[in-house]
């Protein structure tokens, strides 16, 4: 089956520094990937899709200069979250899809876990 | 109101019992139906999809979808210690790139 891996798994940072995670499809060319937040027993929130080598999309309500995200190649993107505070403490988890893929084909991968102290 | 509801639970049952899962829903135009499945501090798992009404088995797992009442299901059989996790529910419009809207999971406890 398709795998996703993120990088790092778990990362603590000092409030005020940026931290970048990498979300990446090992078996398959991802021409889009989607980036997602979930906070303690609460549903996954999706921040941004993001197409291979265009801006990426955000959602309502997500801030564009803090989150940063570059989809520079078919196998890799990246989140940085920047001048980070406590309050972005949360569980990142990204996907990745293939083409323009049945919606269910859309495989995650094993989430980063941020802390911000 | 959100547009996908499912109770957070959490569900404790003992090992062999069946589980029911449900969510509902109110965008009428939802038409993939997914179940996923989340153990601690992981990323989520496909378990089932549906695509409009109807029931879909795999093993000991059932999901039923009912658009006329905007709810679906996700039924366990001989559930397992190893069941234990959150499933979560999601759905989506018809189209590749229609993002998926999340239930809050439920937690679910299988104790042997």
């Known amino acids: 089956g398709a795998v996703v891996s993120q990088h790092p798994s778990w990362v603590i940072c000092k409030s005020g520094t940026s931290v970048k995670i990498e979300c990446r499809s090992l078996?398959?060319?991802?021409?889009?990937m989607f980036w997602y937040r979930q906070f303690p027993k609460q549903s996954l929130m999706l921040m941004a899709t993001s197409n291979e080598g265009s801006k990426a999309t955000y959602e309502q309500g997500v801030e564009k200069d803090k989150f940063l995200i570059n989809h520079a190649s078919l196998t890799l993107s990246t989140l940085t979250v920047t001048s980070a505070h406590p309050e972005d403490s949360s569980f990142y988890i990204c996907s990745a899809r293939e083409g323009e893929g049945i919606p269910y084909e859309q495989y995650f991968g094993p989430g980063t876990r941020l802390t911000v102290t | 109101q959100k547009e996908v509801e499912q109770d957070p639970g959490p569900l404790s049952v003992p090992e062999g019992a069946i589980v029911s899962l449900n969510c509902t829903y109110s965008n009428s135009a939802f038409q993939y139906f997914m179940w996923y499945r989340q153990y601690s501090r992981k990323g989520p798992e496909l378990l089932m999809y549906t695509y409009s009404s109807g029931n879909k088995e795999d093993g000991r797992f059932t999901a039923q979808v009912d658009k006329s009442s905007k709810y679906i299901s996700l039924f366990i059989r001989d559930s397992q210690p190893s069941d234990s996790a959150t499933y979560l529910c999601?759905?989506?419009?018809?189209?590749?790139?229609?993002?998926?809207?999340f239930g809050a999971g439920t937690r679910l406890a299988v104790h042997p």
């Open positions: 078996d398959f060319q991802a021409t889009t």
């Open positions: 999601a759905m989506t419009l018809s189209g590749g790139y229609n993002k998926l809207i």
